[in-house]
């Protein structure tokens, strides 16, 4: 699985589309009453990308994109994610309510027909209390139920996707009601990363699996206990997939890793976070930790430390969840990765062998755009 969001550098036709099975095409906004609806329409349906006419009444943007991609790879399905942590507040008041929850499904899933999607993925940052995590399980719930109604009526026998962005931290986990959820949820998207950032006040791993009892200040966080934690309670391994990020986050003036620091520096996403494509920075070592099974960058000079994911660590984390018999690896965000030999997209589709072979959805009869309702024909 793989995300992406609006960029502008990255292009529906860079999407290694033969190497994943899903993708996330993030983020659907929410408004109060609860519909979900295009954060950015010219991105989504109106640019015109070279070939397309200009037609009343198609969709045209990314929208068409993908689905153009979809058609040429039967495999990958387009799954729209709602919400991200920009935009998650907005799911309290709105899961809160009867007609919050039914407002919001119905209009998620005319969004999904609309543009030709295959599912949809909620990604709420976080459930504060138990009332919020009861009506997240209520939100669920009606969306499972309405997609079901949605398939019984357009697709027969298909199965329309309800996945969700879930926490790797306890203080979120642990507040979220994990087996009232789990029914109505296929896949739980571990956001494995983001251990460490620019609210610490040491250097840390931002993926580590395990802990380093010798060195903890470094890794306050692990995949492993956030997956015991899961496990524990009751989700199967076969649903969980594992997040893995395609950037890195920076520190300066640091004398390395579980250490103090100063200052986060410049980056290429945004201060302080380079993609993966162009880490190493130049000068900089790359350091694999055996123990903690992450990897970090260090330049004794300027004395950055960028911790973030490569080949190497990413064939560790590919082994890690083959042995526990996960799901797969789901990856924020596709702009983020090389091509060639240095992708870590294509590294774990090889590292996993074969791909699930469900095929996506061709037919929306009932589409607002006449392209996609005619399957691009």
């Known amino acids: 699985m793989c995300c992406t969001s609006r960029t502008a550098n990255y292009q529906p036709a860079d999407i290694p589309a033969d190497k994943v099975t899903h993708l996330l095409y993030s983020f659907a906004n929410i408004a109060a009453d ?36 979809k058609k040429q790879n039967r495999k990958l399905k387009l799954v729209l994610s709602i919400g991200g942590w920009t935009w998650s507040s907005k799911f309290v008041p709105v899961a809160a309510t009867e007609a919050g929850r039914q407002r919001f499904a119905t209009s998620a899933i ?8 295959d599912g949809i993925d909620i990604d709420w940052e976080f459930p504060a209390n138990a009332q919020e995590a009861a009506n997240f399980v209520a939100l669920l719930k009606t969306c499972r139920e309405e997609l079901d109604k949605h398939a019984a009526q357009y697709a027969p026998g298909y199965h329309f996707a309800l996945t969700i962005a879930c ?37 840390g791993h931002q993926a580590n699996l395990f802990t380093d009892p010798s060195n903890p200040e470094a890794t306050k966080y692990s995949t492993e206990a956030a997956l015991t934690y899961y496990l524990g309670q009751g989700i199967r391994p076969s649903k969980i997939v594992l997040g893995l990020p395609l950037y890195g986050r920076s520190f300066l003036n640091t004398d390395g890793i579980g250490k103090p620091y100063q200052g986060i520096g410049r980056g290429s996403v945004e201060e302080g976070v380079w993609h993966y494509k ?34 190497r660590s990413a064939n560790v984390k590919a082994d890690y969840l083959l042995k526990k018999g996960l799901g797969g690896a789901v990856f924020w965000e596709a702009a983020g990765d090389r091509t060639g030999e240095g992708s870590l997209v294509g590294a774990l589709a090889s590292k996993m062998g074969t791909l699930d072979p469900t095929q996506n959805l061709l037919s929306y009869p009932n589409s607002q755009y006449a392209n996609i309702k005619n399957n691009l024909a």
């Open 34 to 69: 609860g519909e979900v609806f295009s954060s950015d329409p010219w991105s989504d349906t109106q640019r015109q990308y070279p070939g397309d006419s200009n037609q009343a009444g198609n969709a045209y943007g990314c929208v068409k994109q993908l689905y153009a991609l």
């Open 110 to 117: 005319k969004l999904m027909h609309d543009w030709g999607f």
């Open 167 to 203: 926490p790797a931290g306890p203080s979120n986990y642990q507040k979220m009601d994990l087996r009232g959820m789990d029914p109505y949820v296929d896949a739980w998207h571990l956001m494995a990363y983001d251990y460490a950032g620019s609210w610490d006040k040491t250097t």
């Open 278 to 311: 162009v880490l190493p920075r130049a000068g900089a070592v790359e350091v694999f930790d055996q123990t903690a099974g992450a990897l970090y960058s260090y330049d004794a000079s300027s004395r950055e430390l960028v911790t973030y994911d490569n080949v």
